[in-house]
């Protein structure tokens, strides 16, 4: 079966859409399968000092996008709580597929496929629009254990990228497929292709009609006091994991940039760039301004400094987002765990939302600048 892209009339009559946020009160349960301990939610302090790790043993990470931070006084407790529970459940998925024993490279695509899901983050179904007022998504993926990577560019009939990252890497020999090729392949391998209008939102169509100066008046009006407007993220989410084989692995997944030009393609879904996972050395994810982070080989450049010039997790990750980065006129963020379970996840952004969870069962979420400042 061959997609091709359908007609669509752009919904500028659409009502806005709603988002429904159940509330989950997680409690310590004593324990999940092989015996660790769980617990709820908290909300970390901010990591003291420069170039220093957030935290250690942890087995999952993930980030839902750097940018402008969330502001707790401008922030309504429903909007701190979707935020957190979006991080949550997608730690929950992939901690429950460590929990059974499978690989991190399960796990981080679980985790991904959550925010995917979540309207709320950049990616899947909370993609913002192109300049033509489509959807193209990408996504990578990367196994620590032998090198091996896939990855997705400009797909739009695929409603979870990751997944289809996943199948380029396991069932193909290539690394990346773009385009009407890539959605092909994602058919061909038994995923059920999505309309363009499965990612639609009334928030991104509100941002793509703001960025085009098409907002009107009155629009402009309704949403003066809505800070849910204001874009957060600059546009990615991903996850990080280390399994009980000590095996790493990475995955980033993006609707790219509000207003970009058709057929434009960032760091997401570049191995080395958005994504880089190799055993003994970090599994990384970033999120920022992708011409930049494509530039200057983001986090192959942190496994490197880690490899070659002796640096630890933390040291290394913060010379690429701090020192490097800037210097060449991109900001963003990124997660980095080592072999050995140490975290950190330095930005250069006023703020990057994410969430760990260590082998112990404490599961932490970061949303406020004041728990998570810009590095300097």
């Known amino acids: 079966m061959r997609i091709r892209p359908r007609a669509w009339l752009f919904p500028l009559l659409a009502?806005?859409?709603?988002?429904?946020?159940?509330?989950?009160?997680v409690p310590g349960d004593g324990g999940s399968r092989d015996g660790r301990?769980?617990?709820?939610?908290?909300?970390?302090?901010?990591?003291a000092g420069?170039?220093?790790p957030d935290a250690r043993d942890v087995v999952l990470a993930v980030h839902g996008?750097?940018?402008?931070?969330?502001?707790?006084?401008?922030?309504s407790p429903e909007k701190e709580k979707a935020y957190r529970d979006g991080l949550e459940r997608a730690l929950r998925a992939g901690q429950k597929s460590l929990d059974r024993g499978a690989s991190s490279v399960e796990a981080v695509e679980a985790a991904v496929n959550v925010l995917e899901d979540d309207p709320l983050f950049n990616a899947g179904k909370g993609a913002v629009f192109t300049a033509d007022a489509g959807h193209e998504l990408d996504a990578s993926i990367m196994r620590g254990?032998?090198?091996e990577a896939g990855a997705v560019a400009g797909v739009k009939h695929v409603r979870n990228p990751i997944t289809a990252a996943r199948l380029v890497m396991e069932k193909s020999k290539?690394?990346?497929?773009?385009?009407?090729?890539?959605?092909?392949f994602a058919v061909e391998q038994g995923l059920k292709p999505v309309t363009q209008d499965h990612f639609w939102t009334q928030r991104r169509w509100d941002q793509l009609m703001e960025a085009k100066g098409k907002k009107s008046a009155a629009e402009k009006d309704r949403n003066k006091d809505r800070d849910e407007d204001r874009d957060e993220a600059k546009g990615t989410v991903g996850a990080v994991a280390i399994d009980r084989e000590d095996d790493m692995a990475a995955a980033t997944s993006t609707g790219g940039m509000t207003n970009k030009m058709a057929g434009r393609v960032g760091d997401s879904p570049i191995i080395g760039a958005g994504t880089y996972a190799k055993n003994g050395t970090v599994a990384a994810s970033a999120t920022g301004d992708g011409e930049i982070f494509i530039r200057g080989a983001a986090t192959a450049t942190i496994s490197n400094l880690m490899e070659f010039g002796g640096k630890d997790v933390a040291r290394a990750s913060y010379e690429v987002l701090?020192?490097?980065l800037p210097k060449l006129g991109g900001t963003g963020g990124v997660i980095?765990?080592?072999?050995?379970?140490?975290f950190d996840a330095p930005h250069s952004s006023e703020g990057m939302l994410h969430g760990y969870l260590t082998k112990d069962g404490k599961l932490v979420t970061k949303i406020f600048k004041e728990e998570s400042p810009p590095n300097q």
Do not use: C, I, N
């Not at 009502?15 to 159940?22: I, K």
């Not at 301990?37 to 990591?47: D, H, I, L």
């Open 15 to 25: 009502a806005a859409t709603t988002l429904t946020v159940v509330l989950v009160t």
């Open 37 to 47: 301990p769980r617990a709820g939610t908290v909300a970390a302090p901010a990591p």
């Open 50 to 52: 420069k170039a220093k």
């Open 65 to 75: 996008g750097a940018g402008t931070a969330l502001v707790r006084d401008e922030t």
């Open 145 to 147: 254990s032998d090198l």
């Open 174 to 184: 290539h690394v990346m497929l773009a385009g009407q090729g890539a959605d092909d």
């Open 322 to 324: 701090v020192k490097r």
């Open 336 to 342: 980095a765990l080592d072999a050995k379970g140490v």
